[in-house]
């Protein structure tokens, strides 16, 4: 079984500085790991994904997740917050090898002050 | 090109009634899934689709949630005799052939609001 933990359910930064949302997961198998970003009243967007590739992951709108698996985490992180970034954001695993079932972490709120 | 929709986008019913969601997946997708998004419960999975067969409906919270799809494309969540604790964003996705790398792209939702 897969499982996976958000260690912060609210974050809040000014613009312009760093973000951090931290994600650790559990998995048996080897794991697909994703983060999703869900804006107010709309559908949930994929911000970027490791799949066994290259452990550093590069994704939209300047974010980028780190795969380890020493600490089985996969923290997402932007250099500079815009206002444009607040919104919820969730951690997911699925195992690889499986059919797809993505367990979610429980979601991170980010607000962002001017 | 289109993403996966959902209709209607809200709807209100009162307890004791049928409902019916619908999901129009991604032309191509032969992967479907549904979920539901309730505060303090996050986002649970309901169950996965791949072509009309659902090797996975261990998510369904009870018998009174079914769900079909056909012709390998639109998939309708019906819950008979609505409970208040239904109400909830149900939300569906859809990927290329169901793999635990892939992607899946989700709908809009649709907002369920049990009188």
């Known amino acids: 079984a897969q499982s996976v933990t958000q260690l912060d359910s609210h974050v809040s930064v000014s613009e312009g500085t760093p973000v951090l949302l931290r994600c650790n997961y559990s998995?048996?198998?080897?794991?697909?790991l994703f983060w999703y970003v869900q804006h107010p009243n709309k559908g949930l967007q994929l911000l970027l994904k490791?799949?066994?590739?290259?452990?550093l992951v590069k994704g939209i709108n300047g974010f980028e997740a780190e795969f380890k698996k020493s600490e089985t985490s996969f923290h997402l992180t932007k250099p500079s917050a815009h206002m444009s970034d607040a919104a919820e954001y969730f951690c997911?695993?699925?195992?690889?090898?499986?059919?797809?079932?993505?367990?979610f972490g429980a979601g991170t709120q980010v607000v962002v002050t001017p | 090109g289109a993403g996966v929709s959902q209709s209607p986008s809200n709807k209100v019913t009162e307890k004791g009634k049928d409902v019916e969601l619908r999901c129009d997946p991604i032309?191509?997708?032969?992967?479907l899934y549904w979920y539901r998004q309730s505060l303090g419960q996050g986002l649970e999975f309901l169950i996965y689709?791949?072509?009309?067969?659902?090797?996975?409906k261990s998510g369904l919270p009870s018998d009174r949630f079914s769900a079909e799809r056909t012709g390998g494309s639109v998939s309708t969540l019906t819950i008979q005799r609505t409970q208040q604790e239904d109400s909830a964003v149900y939300l569906c996705?859809?990927?290329?052939?169901?793999?635990?790398?892939?992607?899946?792209?989700f709908g809009p939702g649709t907002r369920l609001t049990v009188l």
């Open positions: 689709f791949q072509g009309n067969s659902a090797p996975d």
């Open positions: 997911v695993v699925s195992v690889t090898d499986s059919w797809g079932k993505f367990q």
């Open positions: 490791y799949t066994s590739a290259a452990t």
């Open positions: 996705a859809s990927s290329t052939p169901g793999q635990g790398y892939n992607e899946q792209f």
């Open positions: 032309s191509g997708h032969t992967a």
């Open positions: 998995s048996s198998y080897s794991p697909s």
